[in-house]
């Protein structure tokens, strides 16, 4: 079965610094990998997407996620932070034998500071 | 195109009682899911239909949780009788359904409170 670690359950950061989320997934084909976000009082929003070819994948709001096979990895990054960043962030997994459900991760609350 | 739409958006109710929440997908989507999401959690799938069938509620406590998509559209959820520990937020999504992974598109949820 799928599993997601996201390790960090809080991370600040000041504006304008650069961002990086870790993901961790468990496995054993290539899975299909996400990003969503979620704002407080909000459903999730889609932020970027893997499904195969390059590893490296654009998403919205100018985030990006390089997948790493070798490391089991999908991590999130943004080059400079935008106060209205702050949210939380879910990593998921899903594949097409589970019937295309997605196993999240416990998500990572991100705190922008002026 | 219109989103997910879900109601109500925040229910409090006592211990013991039921709830229902509705769900209407995106139009054309032909799976609808349901998630429990407890705070500090990520979301947990509880049921997959896929049309007006289930694919998967294996982790649908059926002894309280019942769900159903009659007509294939949209779908309800119920809690009967409700406990303290089912406080979360059901968050319903929906995707397309083909040979390929698609991507699911979530509502804003439904935030319940058991007191």
């Known amino acids: 079965a799928q599993s997601v670690t996201q390790p960090d359950i809080h991370i600040t950061v000041s504006e304008g610094a650069s961002l990086e989320l870790r993901c961790n997934y468990s496995?054993?084909?290539?899975?299909?990998l996400f990003w969503y976000v979620q704002s407080p009082g909000q459903g999730l929003q889609l932020l970027l997407k893997y499904f195969s070819g390059d590893t490296l994948v654009q998403g919205i709001k100018g985030f990006e996620a390089e997948f790493k096979r070798s490391q089991s990895s999908f991590n999130l990054r943004k080059p400079s932070v935008h106060w209205s960043d702050a949210a939380e962030y879910f990593c998921a997994v899903g594949a097409r034998e589970y019937g295309n459900k997605l196993v999240f991760g416990a998500g990572t609350i991100l705190r922008v500071k002026s | 195109e219109a989103g997910v739409a879900q109601s109500p958006r925040y229910k409090i109710i006592e211990k013991r009682q039921s709830v229902a929440f509705w769900c209407n997908p995106i139009s054309g989507h032909a799976t609808l899911y349901w998630y429990q999401q407890i705070l500090g959690q990520g979301p947990k799938l509880l049921i997959q239909f896929q049309n007006n069938g289930v694919v998967d509620d294996s982790q649908l406590p059926k002894d309280r949780f019942s769900a159903e998509r009659l007509k294939g559209v949209d779908s309800t959820l119920k809690i009967q009788p409700a406990k303290l520990e089912d406080s979360a937020v059901y968050l319903c999504a929906s995707s397309r359904l083909g040979q390929t992974f698609y991507e699911q598109y979530f509502g804003p949820g439904t935030r319940l409170t058991v007191t």
């Open positions: 496995y054993g084909a290539t899975p299909y």
